[in-house]
Nanobody, 126 residues
Framework: VQLQASGGGLVQAGGSLRLSCAAS????????MGWFRQAPGKEREFVAA????????YYADSVKGRFTISGDNAKNTVALQMDSLKPEDTAVYYC????????????????????WGQGTQVTVSS
């Protein structure tokens, strides 16, 4: 199973980017998918997640109101629409998928996911 993230790039502050992530490989079912990010010298942090069974979405406080997560359960794809970008959003963004329980707690934790993509760089200039 592989997760392929795309859509990163360089954008000015206030601009927008849309990240996409698709799973490939053997067929598998997921309970939810999410996005994390990691800036240089910092730990990987939760950004947003979506749970398939009821469509619940979760956001880090730092991106709430600016980022929107969406996805397709049947296709195991997830997207992250990022608006009003700030320089502090600069990081490598990773998509991830969970095949187990997916609560509002585990959705926000690295250990809540079983599969990870390779990351895509997002750079926001001031």
């Amino acid at each position: 199973v592989q997760l392929q993230a795309s859509g990163g790039g360089l954008v000015q502050a206030g601009g927008s980017l849309r990240l996409s992530c698709a799973a490939s490989g053997r067929t598998f079912s997921t309970s939810g998918m999410g996005w994390f990010r990691q800036a240089p010298g910092k730990e990987r942090e939760f950004v947003a997640a979506i749970r398939w069974n009821d469509g619940s979405s979760y956001y880090a406080d730092s991106v709430k109101g600016r980022f929107t997560i969406s996805g397709d359960n049947a296709k195991n794809t997830v997207a992250l629409q990022m608006d009003s970008l700030k320089p502090e959003d600069t990081a490598v963004y990773y998509c991830a998928a969970s095949s187990g329980g997916f609560s509002s707690l585990t959705a926000r934790r690295v250990y809540g996911y079983d599969y990870w993509g390779q990351g895509t760089q997002v750079t926001v200039s001031s």
